[in-house]
């Protein structure tokens, strides 16, 4: 069966700080993934998408990065964290584009 | 653009009182529905996939349906443990076929 790991489950960062997010899947090759964020009352608003090694596409213009430096591995970066960052981050994966979507257990990220 | 409405907003039931949530949707050709329960502090847990009007899908006691404008989760005769936020979420035929999901209805069963 497949597993979809992401951590840390907790994470309090200074404006300023970096950050990295890891997220990796077992028992599935050639994963699609997907970063989140969910914030308090709005809908979950998709951050970045892969499709493969090395291919990330993005969905909103901010100071967070993505790579996929392994099949299943996929990791969210910022240089300097901002205010606005704080949320709820959740990783997902999918057998392909889009279709039914997996999710991890999420991080709590704030950003003080 | 896309958009997907889910109602009510909250809603707050007696244990065995069966009821409805609503996902409504705007989109520019629909590839698949879904529905999914999350837990307070969770990631989302993927319940079902719709893909025509007319299609039903059933687990325990939600049950899934579809309208070309429409979806409801029927919850028969629920349980406290079936609190939760349940949310609506479509695949379309856009550029990057992109799922868009709804805010959510947060349910509540009391005993």
């Known amino acids: 069966s497949q597993t979809i790991h992401q951590w840390p489950a907790t994470l309090v960062q200074p404006v300023g700080s970096p950050l990295s997010l890891e997220c990796t899947v077992e028992?599935?090759?050639?994963?699609?993934l997907y970063w989140y964020r969910q914030a308090a009352g709005r809908g979950l608003q998709l951050l970045f998408y892969s499709v493969g090694i090395g291919q990330i596409s993005s969905e909103v213009p901010q100071n967070l990065s993505a790579s996929r430096p392994q099949d299943r591995q996929f990791i969210l970066s910022s240089k300097k964290l901002l205010l606005s960052d704080s949320g709820f981050y959740l990783c997902?994966?999918?057998?392909?584009?889009?279709?039914?979507?997996?999710f991890g257990p999420g991080t709590r990220l704030t950003v003080t | 653009e896309d958009q997907v409405t889910q109602s009510p907003e909250a809603l707050r039931l007696q244990e065995g009182e069966s009821s409805s949530l609503n996902c409504s949707y705007t989109v520019s050709g629909l590839r698949g529905l879904f529905w999914y329960r999350q837990d307070p502090g969770k990631g989302p847990e993927f319940l079902f996939t719709l893909y025509s009007a007319g299609e039903e899908k059933e687990k325990e006691r939600l049950k899934a349906t579809l309208t070309k404008k429409e979806s409801f989760l029927h919850i028969t005769a629920p349980k406290p443990e079936d609190s939760a936020t349940y949310l609506c979420?479509?695949?379309?035929?856009?550029?990057?076929?992109?799922?868009?999901f709804g805010t959510g209805t947060k349910l509540q069963v009391i005993p």
């Open positions: 979420a479509v695949r379309t035929s856009g550029g990057y076929q992109k799922v868009t």
């Open positions: 028992g599935t090759s050639n994963p699609n």
């Open positions: 997902a994966w999918s057998v392909a584009d889009f279709y039914e979507q997996y």
